[in-house]
């Protein structure tokens, strides 16, 4: 038999209500605190579209899923819960749209759901508000998307490494705790660097810290487990935007494609070479 | 007041991109109508950035031999401050991302990522960057009393100027709070984030054997390889080459896809390069649309002509 896993010890030991309180108590003193910070974009196939004179993000028809960056960071959580024992929580800033993507989190494993309830109008609204919430409440690991597919920023996990002092690893591709020491892979233009860290850390997830076919899809139990967990709702901290957009442009729309018959390869030579000017 | 700029080095040499950054901090400077310097760390050949316009080229001197994100942006912000910078502007490689949020925090800065060009007003600071993986551009204001501007690669034309760019050397100390364990590094090889030239492939060369088809395209070229998601997932070729939304974004001059039908998702990330090239025996592929040139035909027959051609060529 498989020795059983401190989460499995766990969760054996909390089924005895009395004791309940007092072992949830111990295990926070060796569980892993991991924090993992989601953000709630397009799915990767939505078309985008803009309105109110092109001012707005047009969510019309659009499905909104984890970050796929923040959705790897998740898995890898789970991953440490279910190996070695954490307790893994995620938080969102944002308004209430935003909880049946939270309640998708939680049915696939995590803890407990935090949203901290204001509009996210930059990144240094969010990073203040994650920073913030992370002074009173420490975790030892806490892991946000290299960035988002929506906006882009790849901004928040430095701003609250540098708000919160303490260490970050971007492009996290692979990652190993060992008590209070982090050994982080991180992928470089060209390489890949191995950097040890004392926790605790933030790190910048992205696809190779689990792979694609780890992810998890809720089943109907996760789904039920989620109804009961807990999804708290924060009042925000007052923090100022420091950018804001003013409108949207879609790209110029593009020129037919020159096909070239696939037996003329001098033509598309000279094409790149004196049309293109690339070659 | 005056705009600083952070040309990044590697192993002591300046990387490709700094110049097309001098080029564009110089048109900013004389935009905004302010001095423009520019900072590099670590670097023995700075020097060559004298003729593009600077008023002072200053060197930091680290202990720190490699790229550190906590030391590097301590040491910026430092520079930034003694400077009166109130533009910092950066690259957009993997190490300037990695960095841009911790300078941007400890400045208490604005930021913005993937600029596309100059701003396109003073009053308040607007600048137009990619947003939603190159599907649109936002036109951003910036409120910061220091801003950062994050340049995308390829944006913007090089331009040298005649110049009295005096050079000097500071000694920095910082603390860094990540040690370097290992470092693998693929040495004289293009990167798909500063090539010239990419060369992609996916599911149409059918298994990871018949790479050595786009590798030898690439060598002549001069080229970085790539690849798509479905070849990434099945392993076929390292996470590290698949470019697309959720893998890396290719900003290049000119992109070769071949065997990659052109999802919604690879499109996103390969948007930002200027020509595109599609070879693929489905013509109704979605990514002819997407594409300036196009041959349908099978890349095993196509492709090594093209490469024999090239060679002769060259």
Redesign the interface.
Request: hydrophobic content about 40%.
């Given at each position: 038999m498989n020795q059983p896993t401190y989460y499995e010890l766990y969760k054996l030991l909390c089924t005895h209500n009395n004791l309940k309180i007092f072992f949830i108590f111990v295990f926070h003193l060796f569980l892993m605190k991991i924090l993992v910070c989601i953000s709630c974009v397009p799915d990767t196939t939505s078309k985008i579209n803009f309105k109110e004179n092109d001012t707005v993000f047009d969510d019309q028809g659009v499905q909104f899923v984890i970050n796929p960056n923040d959705e790897f960071g998740l898995t890898r959580a789970i991953w440490f819960k279910e190996k070695v024992g954490a307790f893994v929580d995620v938080l969102h800033v944002g308004q209430a749209s935003a909880d049946p993507t939270l309640r998708k989190a939680l049915a696939i494993g995590a803890d407990k759901a935090i949203r901290i309830d204001t509009p996210a109008l930059d990144a240094f609204v969010v990073a203040d508000q994650i920073s913030n919430y992370l002074q009173a409440n420490p975790y030892d690991l806490i892991i946000a998307g290299r960035e988002s597919i929506d906006y882009n920023g790849s901004m928040v996990p430095g701003l609250v490494a540098a708000k919160c002092d303490i260490a970050f690893v971007n492009t996290c591709v692979q990652l190993e705790i060992d008590g209070s020491t982090a050994t982080a892979t991180r992928e470089m233009d060209g390489g890949m660097e191995v950097l040890s860290v004392d926790l605790p850390l933030i790190i910048g997830s992205q696809k190779g810290l689990v792979e694609e076919n780890d992810l998890r899809i809720p089943n109907m139990r996760g789904i039920m487990q989620a109804r009961q967990k807990p999804l708290e709702v924060v009042t925000a901290v007052e923090s100022l935007a420091k950018s804001a957009i003013q409108n949207f442009e879609k790209p110029a729309p593009k020129a037919a494609v020159k096909l070239i018959p696939a037996d003329d390869i001098d033509q598309l030579i000279d094409l790149l070479q004196n049309e293109a000017k690339v070659l | 007041m005056s705009i600083l700029l952070f040309a990044e080095s590697q192993q002591g040499k300046l990387k490709k991109g700094s110049t097309e950054l001098s080029s564009y901090g110089f048109a900013l400077a004389k935009q905004q109508n302010t001095t423009f310097t520019i900072v590099t760390i670590n670097c023995e050949d700075a020097d060559q950035l004298a003729n593009y316009g600077a008023s002072k080229l200053i060197n930091l001197k680290m202990e720190t031999k490699h790229f550190e994100?906590?030391a590097y942006?301590t040491a910026l912000a430092e520079i930034a401050t003694k400077e009166d910078a109130k533009i910092i502007l950066i690259g957009s490689?993997?190490?300037a991302?990695?960095?841009?949020?911790?300078?941007?925090?400890?400045l208490q800065?604005?930021?913005?990522?993937?600029v596309v060009g100059l701003p396109t007003s003073n009053d308040p600071l607007?600048v137009?960057r990619?947003?939603?993986?190159?599907?649109?551009?936002?036109?951003?204001?910036?409120?910061?009393a220091i801003n950062i501007i994050g340049l995308s690669n390829n944006v913007h034309e090089e331009i040298s100027q005649d110049s009295s760019t005096t050079v000097e050397q500071q000694d920095v100390q910082t603390t860094a709070?990540?040690?370097?364990?290992?470092?693998?590094?693929?040495e004289g090889?293009a990167?798909?984030?500063?090539a010239?030239?990419v060369v992609s492939g996916g599911r149409g060369l059918k298994g990871p054997e018949n790479w050595g088809l786009i590798e030898d395209l690439a060598d002549v070229?001069g080229a970085a390889t790539a690849c798509s998601?479905p070849v990434s997932?099945m392993g076929w070729r390292p996470?590290?080459e698949?470019v697309g939304?959720?893998?890396k974004p290719v900003a290049t001059?000119?992109y070769i896809a071949v065997g990659i039908s052109g999802a919604?998702?690879h499109l996103?990330g390969v948007?930002a390069s200027?020509?595109k090239?599609?070879i693929n025996t489905d013509p109704e592929a979605p990514f002819?649309?997407?594409?300036?040139?196009?041959?349908?035909?099978?890349a095993f027959?196509?492709l090594p002509?093209?490469t024999e051609?090239?060679k002769a060529?060259a």
């Open positions: - | 994100a906590h942006a490689s993997a190490d991302k990695y960095m841009g949020g911790i300078l941007a925090g400890k800065a604005g930021y913005v990522t993937n607007t137009k990619s947003v939603f993986s190159n599907k649109a551009f936002a036109n951003t204001t910036l409120a910061g709070k990540c040690t370097q364990a290992s470092l693998e590094q693929s090889k990167t798909i984030a500063d010239d030239v070229l998601k997932d996470h590290s698949h939304q959720t893998g001059n000119l919604i998702q996103a948007n200027k020509i090239v599609v002819f649309k997407a594409a300036d040139y196009g041959i349908v035909g099978d027959e196509v002509k093209l051609k090239l060529r």
